[in-house]
């Protein structure tokens, strides 16, 4: 493989932004539909790290490069977290739609050097405390009630009944919140709001309810410490502020919720539309693991992640970067790069995917294999309890989000028969 810094191609981008160099918008229909291709494409025009535009033509480099995404991840000395270093700020509208993926805010997630390994290592061993026999038993009843809430209609649309509501319920559990209360309906109700609104919602208001809650949470288990994240995090000798534990408590919240939700429609797709998993045949259990792998190859739920900032000027893929530029992370396009997959097969058999990033600042640890967790058993559940399920459309009418950031779809409709149990 190459040198993924590489030597500056001809012709050298004049110095300023990457939007001088033919930019690609980061905007369209392509990336919604078939984006591998549309990566592909942008690999071999633009190489392996290509010069885009962000909603109102903001410049920022998309790293397309399996090599180069491994080098951006594991060079944080170059390549940092922390948004406020952006050259382009002064062209930011505060209304512009990326800022609550940007915006700073004062959580693990923009946090660098040994601040970041301080609040990582808190959220690490505390979700190393979680059992996973556990949380699979968890998962089993949440899916149970959340199926028995729709089989005896025979269909359904999982998209909201079952992929959204599992990972949130899931991971609420995990924390501690209280399973009987409406307290619990409500903080998933405004979780779902403040990360993917809808018509008529009100996002901002939803999220400022969900830090409420989730304070209200951490002072309960400040007196009352239980088996759970939150009091693991207040526990911790590394001694984290309530405001710290907060903010962190809705990163891990936010970043379990979407894309487990995500991973688990996206699977479901793939074993009801491919014939590979032939479903009827025994409920395809052992297909299921299969499944789920394939599914971080090829429709892995962040498909673009925003990103890095880069400490100085520097070069990757023979690409001039400016300090302060932006780098999205392309990690859909990484795990499909020509320069791995070279007969153009993408194989699934192994996980050296990159849908959990890599580095200081990838999912940390624990979570992919709770993760994984929650998506088996939401799937297999699902399986088991309704064995003839089915789409209730044709393949082709599926439709993905319209989304460059997470790959899911709108809706999922199936049809089964009817159970009452
Ligand atoms: C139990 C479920 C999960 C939890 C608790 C969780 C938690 C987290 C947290 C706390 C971070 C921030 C890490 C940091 O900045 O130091 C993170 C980052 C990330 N997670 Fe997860 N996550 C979960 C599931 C997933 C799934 C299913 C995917 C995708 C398949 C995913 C992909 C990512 C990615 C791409 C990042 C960004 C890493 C980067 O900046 O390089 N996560 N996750």
């Not at 007196?223 to 534990?245: C, F, K, N, W, Y």
């Not at 967790?373 to 003839?388: F, G, I, K, S, Y």
Request: hydrophobic residues 40%; contains cysteine; proline residues 8%.
């Amino acid at each position: 493989m190459s040198d993924p810094a590489g030597s500056p191609s001809t012709p050298t981008p004049p110095p300023g932004c990457p939007a001088h160099q033919s930019a690609v918008q980061l905007a369209g229909l392509e990336y919604q539909q078939t984006p591998s291709q549309l990566y592909r494409t942008m690999r071999r025009e633009h190489g392996a790290v290509a010069p885009v535009l962000l909603d109102n033509d903001i410049p920022a480099w998309l790293v397309l490069g399996y090599p180069e995404v491994s080098y951006v991840t594991s060079h944080d000395e170059l390549f940092a977290r922390d948004s406020r270093r952006w050259n382009q700020w002064d062209h930011i509208p505060p209304d512009w739609p990326l800022l609550p993926y940007v915006g700073y805010q004062p959580s693990v997630l923009f946090t660098e050097g040994t601040e970041h390994q301080r609040r990582a290592g808190v959220i690490t061993k505390a979700l190393e405390g979680v059992d996973q026999f556990e949380l699979a038993r968890e998962c089993e009843l949440i899916a149970s009630q959340l199926i028995s809430s729709f089989s005896g209609s025979g269909q359904a649309e999982l998209m909201s009944l079952y992929a959204h509501a599992l990972p949130a319920r899931a991971v609420l559990w995990m924390c501690g919140m209280p399973q009987d209360g409406t307290d619990t309906e409500s903080l998933v109700d405004d979780l779902r709001i403040s990360l993917d609104a809808g018509e008529g919602d009100d996002p901002v208001a939803a999220y400022m309810r969900v830090g409420e809650r989730i304070a209200q949470l951490v002072k309960e288990k400040r007196e009352r410490p239980g088996p759970d994240v939150t009091s693991r995090m207040v526990q911790h000798p590394a001694g984290l502020s309530d405001e710290e534990i907060v903010q962190d408590l809705i990163s891990v919240i936010a970043a379990a919720q979407q894309p487990t939700a995500n991973w688990i429609c996206n699977t479901l797709r793939l074993l009801l539309t491919d014939e590979r998993f032939a479903l009827d045949v025994s409920g395809g259990r052992v297909s299921v693991g299969d499944a789920l792998n394939e599914v971080l190859w090829l429709d892995t739920p962040t498909q673009n992640f925003i990103g890095r900032w880069a400490v100085r000027d520097t070069q990757l893929g023979g690409r001039l970067i400016r300090e302060g530029d932006c780098l999205v992370l392309g990690l859909a396009a990484a795990n499909t790069d020509p320069q791995i997959w070279p007969e153009s097969h993408v194989g699934a058999e192994n996980s050296a995917h990159l849908s959990f990033s890599n580095g200081e600042h990838r999912c940390p640890y624990p979570a992919p294999l709770l993760a994984d967790v929650m998506a088996r058993t939401a799937v297999e559940t699902l399986l088991e309890r309704l064995p003839d399920l089915v789409l209730a459309v044709e393949p082709e009418e599926l439709t993905w989000r319209p989304s460059i950031w997470m790959r899911g779809l709108t809706s999922l409709p199936v049809q089964f028969t009817p159970s009452m149990h």
